[in-house]
């Protein structure tokens, strides 16, 4: 279907503003009215004389729009007109004047004693007027004649403007100056009506921009003729004539003095202000010492302003010229400096700059610009010429960033949030923190967990860059970049580039005055073991106090932990108490007996009786807070020689009920035991009563299995040391066929032997350690030994050993400690990076690597002894902290004299105590300085980046040294270097 056409029924009316602008159709809805569309309406339209109707397509949509309305009466313009363009008047635009601040009390007594504008224009009118003028004859011997006419001549006449005499804007001018421009008037445009008649635009008043006098109009440019103060009103302006001082500070046609041009104008006007003027001259390059005093100029200025003439004011003095060579500290600059003279100085002699400058010995001079320079300089306005660059040398380059790598994971925000609320509720937390006040509490960023000689950042080594040389021509060699800005506090050691936990806690990480700040505060909640022998019939508890911000000690923790395990007979309620105050004043219990079970009687035969359970053998141990430890695991029992392992009782019973640990009841055994074979380094005991004890003979772990008891002094691990072993803590030999993985744990009283790899995991060795394979510590692997160690190759590990230590192939930044000799052997073996403290020297075909890396090497001393000194001077440094804080409680108020004699008596054992341990000190410090017969021997390369050390004498390798080796020499007390002989290597 067709769209019909919007149409409104009813009855119209036109309405026609006064102007003739705007048609307005107004609709009165009626049902028996006519039907108007657009058509309809065009044609009303016309009818009434309306030409500049809508076109038709606006004229439905405006129809539909109304339509669309409810209301009863609508409105639709339907014709618009043309309004007429209203003609404007000449105006005039002034920019960048205005009275200047100095000037504004005199602009406002000018000004408001001068008189109303008085504005002339000229106008040209014609006029007749009679003229005598002479004729010429018509024949040539006749005479002229003069014969009067009337000319039509053009002549100028003065005419007096009046106008609104209100200022409304003024200003400060000087003769000459451009102070503006007019915008011209425009003449309009004429409209035109909705009925087409033409509307004309309204004439302006009067069009005219006037100008007054002082004030020229040059076409469409406003020019000043005289100096004064401008006013402008709303169609005119003019200037009042007014002359201020006016000067201007010079320079001598020499360039080195310094003049002030001044030039009066009004007797009462201001004066320059002479602070003013030597400052401009010092802005021209005048120095302060240069210029006479602001005092003495001000007298001056006022002798020429009452004189009435021109004058040129001296303010310079004189002084003599002066030139220098400076070379800067680093060497990479020679800067020459030059001073003229003034005034009846010494003048400056380009010649006598010259031979200075070739005197110097300077390389790579540019002597045709250094020549147009400093004569450019002298021809110049300049007075000095400071620090122009003569040569410039080659900068070294610097070495790459060392910015620290963090090896730690941050804390969720909740549990920092944690910690640091218990912190600020509980003393303990921070107890033994001393750097609190420097690194508080409320500068931690960062929290994370950490275990003991756990790497917490390793800083890159330093590499220098590339070489320069200096303004002489001589080498200067590379920079390195400086460490990067850390500060350690408790519980972190740094080792060369590493960054270690010395004990298992929280790591504090925090910035201070763009510092980074780091310790490691002790946090371990309490552990509360409780072992049920598998009779049940006998419970043990072990029990370690929390540290730091960890969960302590107490009955209630203890008691859910028997509850946990269901231990409900037999309890020990004294020993319990007694072991609670035990672990909170500082000691550990170990395998408590804490309950016993009431055993069941036996009508006859023997009784056997475990006095020591062996290992459960689980493959995960269960935490008192429920989580799982699979680290480690109950499949060791460790026993020492003469452990009682189990014993046989002969008496005879009568049968009873007993009652186990948990409280079950247990029935009386019908049939007596069978008695146990004894198996290896087990022993019987015989006892006066009877009983047979079975006692271990060796240290080693204690096995019972068929029935059977015995002592393995050798443990074995078919395999590696992961999840599926656990930790293993043996007081014998410990031999693992495969490999230790990270995180992992191998403590041994004997040898430990490992046929593949080490990684991430500490190894402890009363005896030799040997890794057939290699170490890849990632910068937490530690090996200690009490004898030796061997290795194909270790990285990034720690090895300390009281003797001597072998890698077969390469040591590859790693912290090497040892009382014997740090051997690494074949053709290419290499120590690379890290650091090394051998106390009888070091042999290994390389040293260092061509990248410059740093590898530092101690040797001729006893290292051990060195961490014994630290470990003293640790010990007094506690008691120190303890005698101060003794001295602040006897300070204090409100002490009874029991309480003050206490006090005393401790600082007296402190004191005691700390002179034994700085005699102690004393002793260490002296043997420490004692010399070990020792020699770092490097048959192959030592290349530049090592530093060899003994004794606090240092040789650092700046070029790479072949076939070499080093001794400590006790006479002139320096470390030596000397060839070695090829076939002795």
């Keep these: 279907m067709a769209n019909t056409e919007a149409q409104i029924i009813g009855s119209v009316e036109l309405q026609v503003d006064e102007h003739g602008l705007v048609a307005t159709l107004t609709i009165t809805r009626d049902a028996d009215g006519t039907a108007w569309s657009a058509d309809s309406i065009h044609a009303f339209l016309k009818r009434r004389g309306v030409i500049e109707p809508l ?40 920019a960048g004047i205005a009275v200047p601040e100095e000037m504004a009390d005199e602009a406002e007594r000018v000004l408001a004693a001068a008189a109303n504008p008085e504005i002339v224009v000229k106008r040209t009118r014609k006029v007749q007027r009679s003229k005598l003028q002479t004729v010429k004859p018509k024949l040539p011997f006749m005479r002229p004649r003069q014969e009067r006419v009337m000319v039509t001549e053009t002549e100028t006449v003065p005419e007096r403007v009046y106008v609104d005499p209100v200022v409304e804007q003024t200003a400060y001018v000087e003769a000459g100056q451009r102070i503006g421009r007019i915008v011209p008037r425009t003449a309009g445009a004429p409209g035109r009506s909705v009925y087409g008649k033409v509307i004309h635009p309204r004439p302006s008043a009067d069009p005219l921009f006037y100008c007054g006098s002082g004030v020229q109009r040059r076409g469409e440019e406003l020019v000043a003729d005289t100096t004064g103060f401008l006013r402008v009103g709303a169609n005119w302006t003019d200037v009042v004539s007014y002359a201020a001082h006016s000067w201007q500070v010079v320079r001598s046609e020499d360039q080195v003095s310094c003049f002030v041009d001044f030039f009066p104008g009004n007797a009462e006007a201001r004066l320059p202000d002479a602070r003013e003027l ?62 003229k003279g003034k ?119 330093t590499v220098e860059g590339s070489p320069g040389s200096d303004v002489f021509g001589k080498p200067i060699r590379g920079a390195t970049t400086p460490e990067p800005s850390l500060r350690l506090f408790e519980n972190l050691s740094q080792t060369g580039s590493v960054v270690i936990a010395q004990i298992d806690g929280v790591l504090d990480c925090g910035e201070v005055d763009g510092v980074t700040m780091l310790r490691v505060r002790p946090h371990a909640d309490a552990d509360v073991g409780v072992t049920v022998s598998p009779d049940r019939m006998k419970a043990y508890l072990s029990l370690l106090d929390g540290r730091g911000s960890g969960r302590r000690v107490d009955q209630d923790i203890v008691a859910d932990a028997l509850a946990r395990h269901n231990v409900r007979h037999g309890i020990r309620h004294g020993v319990l108490k007694a072991a609670v105050r035990a672990v909170t004043g500082g000691r550990r219990i170990t395998n408590l007996l804490i309950a016993e079970g009431t055993p069941p009687g036996r009508s006859a035969g023997k009784t056997f009786e475990l006095l020591v359970q062996p290992a459960g053998g689980s493959a995960v141990t269960i935490r008192d807070d429920g989580g799982a430890d699979y680290k480690n695991q109950g499949n060791i029992r460790t026993v020492t020689a003469g452990t009682r392992l189990a014993r046989i009782l002969p008496h005879h019973a009568e049968a009873r009920h007993g009652t186990d640990v948990t409280g079950a009841a247990l029935p009386p055994a019908p049939q007596p035991e069978a008695e146990p074979q004894i198996g290896a380094f087990v022993r019987t005991e015989r006892q006066p009563d009877g009983t047979l004890l079975l006692v271990a003979e060796r240290d080693g772990d204690f096995v019972m299995q068929d029935n059977r008891l015995e002592i393995r002094v050798e443990y ?64 937490k692997g530690v090996l200690r030994s009490r004898s030796a160690i061997g290795t194909g190759f270790a990285e990034q590990a720690a090895l300390l050993s009281v003797g001597d230590i072998s890698v077969a192939s390469a040591a590859l930044h790693c912290t090497v400690k040892t009382n014997g000799r740090l051997v690494v052997n074949g053709d290419r073996g290499a120590i690379t990076g890290g650091s090394v403290r051998a106390r009888h020297g070091v042999t290994a075909a390389n040293l260092g690597s061509p990248n410059g890396v740093r590898t530092s090497i101690s040797f001729g001393q006893d290292y051990l002894i060195a961490d014994q000194i630290e470990k003293q001077e640790k010990e007094i440094e506690t008691i120190k902290r303890r ?52 020699a770092v021997t490097v048959p192959g390369t030592v290349h530049p980046g090592v530093t060899l050390e003994s004794h606090g004498r240092t040789i650092d390798i700046r070029t790479p040294r072949r076939s070499v080796s080093f001794n400590f020499d006790e006479l002139t007390g320096r470390v030596i270097e000397q060839p070695i002989d090829k076939r002795d290597a």
């Excluded at 004569?375 to 380059?397: C, M, N």
């Excluded at 054992?909 to 420490?928: C, G, V």
């Design 278 to 339: 030597i400052g401009q001259a010092q802005q021209l390059g005048f120095q302060t010492d240069q210029l006479i005093s602001a005092e003495l100029l001000a007298q001056q200025l006022a002798v020429a302003a009452r004189r009435g003439a021109a004058d040129r004011i001296p303010m310079t003095g004189s002084r003599d010229a002066a030139y220098s060579i400076h070379i800067t500290e680093d060497r990479l600059t020679a800067l020459l400096n030059l001073s």
């Design 343 to 461: 005034g009846r100085g010494k003048p400056l002699v380009l010649k006598e700059v010259g031979r200075a400058i070739r005197s110097r010995g300077l390389v790579r001079l540019d002597q045709a610009q250094i020549q147009q320079d400093v004569l450019a300089f002298y021809r110049s306005s300049e007075v000095d010429l400071i620090g122009y660059v003569l040569a410039e040398g080659t900068a070294p380059g610097e070495g790459p960033p060392r910015d620290p790598e963090f090896s730690f994971r941050p804390l969720p925000e909740t549990q920092q949030r944690d910690l640091l609320r218990a912190a600020a509720e509980d003393p303990r937390v921070l107890e033994g923190i001393d750097s609190l006040d420097t690194f508080p509490m409320n500068a931690v960023r960062q929290m994370a967990l950490v275990d003991r000689e756990q790497r917490v950042v390793t800083i890159p080594p």
């Design 55 to 94: 076109d038709g397509a606006e004229m439905r949509r405006r129809i539909e729009a109304a339509d669309k309305n409810d209301e009863p009466v609508v409105a639709i313009v339907v014709a618009q007109g043309l309004a007429a363009e209203t003609a404007t008047s000449e105006r005039a635009e002034f």
């Design 883 to 934: 005698v101060t804080a003794v001295d602040q409680s006897m300070r204090g108020s409100g002490l009874t004299p029991d309480q003050i004699d206490e006090l005393r008596r401790e600082k007296k054992r402190l004191l005691k105590a700390m002179e034994k341990r700085s005699l102690r000190l004393f002793t260490l410090r002296e043997r420490f300085e004692e010399h070990h017969d020792a």
């Design 716 to 779: 074995r691990v078919e395999g590696n040391v992961d999840f599926a072993t656990g930790n293993i803590r043996f007081p014998g030999s410990v031999n693992v066929s495969g490999s230790v993985t990270g995180g992992f744990v191998v403590i041994a009283g004997g040898d430990i032997t490992v046929g593949e790899t080490v990684e991430a995991s500490l190894l402890s060795a009363d005896g030799r350690i040997v890794v057939r394979q290699g170490i890849k510590g990632a910068g």
